[in-house]
Nanobody, 129 residues
Framework: QVQVVESGGGSVPPGGSLRLSCVVS???????????VAWFRQAPGKEREGVAT??????????SDSVRDRFTISQSQGLATRTTYLQTTRLQPDDTAVYTC?????????????????WGQGTQVTVSS
């Protein structure tokens, strides 16, 4: 049974940084090459939006130039357990949201929530002075 568990949220002032972690486990290691892990976020009153995704083989997609300039997605190289990190820097109040990690096995990693079946519980990121 696939499990997805996030950690690392918190409250920081504008300009601060946080590193979010997402551990994916319980998958068949033979399927590792097609594993996609994506970070999404949902601010109050807004729709869920994709932030960044990384394929187990290393390809990365960011949702926007603003995200690419301030956030870095990376991953550990574990076989049976894959940890994905989202390093956030220069956080702004608009980045306040619940950040959720999702995983699935896809021919192409996307930032569309409907493509992912395995979700974590989410972690709150609050940016406020």
């Amino acid at each position: 049974q696939v499990q997805v568990v996030e950690s690392g949220g918190g409250s920081v002032p504008p300009g601060g940084s946080l590193r979010l972690s997402c551990v994916v486990s319980g998958y068949r290691t033979s399927a590792l090459d097609s594993l996609c892990v994506a970070w999404f976020r949902q601010a109050p009153g807004k729709e869920r939006e994709g932030v960044a995704t990384i394929r187990s083989t290393g390809s990365i997609t960011y949702s926007s130039d603003s995200v690419r300039d301030r956030f870095t997605i990376s991953q550990s190289q574990g076989l049976a357990t894959r940890t994905t990190y989202l390093q956030t820097t220069r956080l702004q109040p608009d980045d306040t949201a619940v950040y959720t990690c999702a995983a699935d096995w896809l021919s192409r990693c996307t930032l569309s929530p409907q493509d992912y079946l395995n979700w974590g519980q989410g972690t709150q990121v609050t940016v406020s002075s």
